[in-house]
């Protein structure tokens, strides 16, 4: 093997990596020493990373063979790898220990130690036998099931009486 093929493709170590752009690049150490900087970092269709930088492996490509012309392919981090997923399942994660596995079994396992938010101008839709909560439910618009609204519950709540007596005190809000 020539020279120039030995450099065609390389494990680097990956520095400054930068994810402002069109697309990310990273510092890479092609050979002992020696960085090419401002390296495009491939990444899949529909998936973003940002690795950590303390241990941050990846294969480089020379382009065509040369050297002005590097792609990493993407990067592994080894300190902060999710491992112990069963064959057929499928993980997403951050050195935080954030992670989603989508299980074997057709289970969503999503852990997080903050909050989980959604947005969207559509609405969330859950079709499930039950919905379980542990913890308090807040809610800042009307709740609705299908016998009426909590608010209408409170207004048929105030309204009553008993016979004799004044409606109820005090009175639902």
């Given at each position: ?28 150490e ?21 690795v ?17 012309d590097?792609?990493?392919?993407p ?10 997923l069963?064959?057929n ?33 559509a609405?969330?839709?859950?079709t ?28 048929q709540y ?16």
């Amino acid at each position: 093997m020539t020279e120039t093929n030995r450099g065609m493709i390389r494990r680097s170590v990956l520095k400054n990596v930068k994810d402002n752009g069109a697309v990310q690049t990273a510092s890479v150490e092609v050979a002992d020493g020696v960085w090419r900087h401002d390296v495009e970092v491939m990444q899949p269709y529909g998936f973003a990373a940002h690795v950590p930088e303390d241990g941050a492996l990846a294969i480089v490509l020379a382009v065509g063979g040369d050297e002005g012309d590097l792609v990493v392919l993407p990067v592994a981090n080894p300190s902060a790898r999710m491992g112990g997923l069963k064959e057929n399942e499928v993980g997403l994660y951050n050195s935080g220990g954030d992670r989603m596995v989508l299980k074997a079994d057709g289970t969503l396992d999503i852990k997080t130690g903050a909050q989980i938010t959604i947005k969207t101008d559509a609405g969330v839709f859950i079709t499930a036998q039950i919905l379980k909560v542990e913890g308090d439910i807040e809610a800042s618009g009307n709740v609705t099931d299908k016998n009426g609204s909590m608010q209408e519950m409170r207004e048929q709540y105030n309204g009553h009486g008993h016979p004799g007596g004044p409606p109820p005190t005090p009175q639902m809000t």
